[in-house]
């Protein structure tokens, strides 16, 4: 087994219908390609894909006690990520994405539910003594920990651990400039999309945004 990698984040599932007309209508139905439901969010998928490459991989999250969540952790387990962290919590939902896709584009449509609950009670005591590195994704949705994740941050570099996140988008557009710069000296991989760093720091494109960042 490879070095141990703490992935700290959402968990949801997500529904894709699939068409080259996925636009919806009021009072109308329309039809589309393709249906799949799948492990979704992109702590989840980066775990998946962390696990893939042969590294210990323990997920670090909060679901509902319903079938999507059972649905969620089998897929985390078939790829070898270990979930012994993930805290199934009664009469929560587990969150959920609706993603309507084409072949140019996709929109997503998310139920919260467990998707914002993981807080710092949930994070393992043991984690800075066990991680190699430490990972959080979806900056925006995870409300129980934007507060704790400098100090999280901050002690993971005093142990030697290194650090990454996913920004993603925010859905409310507050965006949280102040907060964002001031986990990034604490950070070793900074990983927004473009269009994220930019509403983020908010310039006009990726060139302007790269000349704001410190």
Request: with cysteine.
């Amino acid at each position: 087994m490879g070095k141990t990698v703490y992935v700290l984040g959402e968990l949801n599932a997500d529904l894709i219908m699939a068409g080259e007309d996925v636009t919806p209508e009021w009072n109308r139905e329309k039809l589309v390609d393709s249906f799949e439901m799948a492990l979704g969010s992109s702590s989840a998928i980066t775990a998946c894909g962390l696990a893939g490459l042969g590294l210990d991989v323990r997920f670090v999250s909060v679901a509902g006690d319903d079938g999507l969540g059972a649905f969620c952790l089998e897929k985390l387990r078939e790829r070898g990520v270990d979930t012994t962290h993930v805290a199934v919590k009664r009469g929560v939902r587990t969150g959920v994405t609706l993603s309507l896709a084409s072949s140019k584009d996709r929109a997503l449509l998310t139920y919260m539910g467990s998707i914002p609950l993981l807080s710092p009670e949930e994070v393992p005591a043991d984690m800075f003594e066990r991680a190699d590195h430490i990972h959080f994704g979806s900056y925006y949705l995870q409300d129980g920990m934007r507060d704790a994740w400098p100090d999280l941050f901050r002690r993971a570099k005093e142990r030697g651990v290194t650090t990454s996140f996913d920004l993603g988008w925010d859905p409310r557009g507050r965006w949280h400039r102040e907060k964002v710069l001031s986990l990034l000296p604490l950070t070793d991989l900074f990983m927004p999309s473009e269009d994220e760093l930019a509403a983020m720091l908010g310039c006009a494109g990726l060139e302007e945004a790269l000349a704001a960042l410190p």
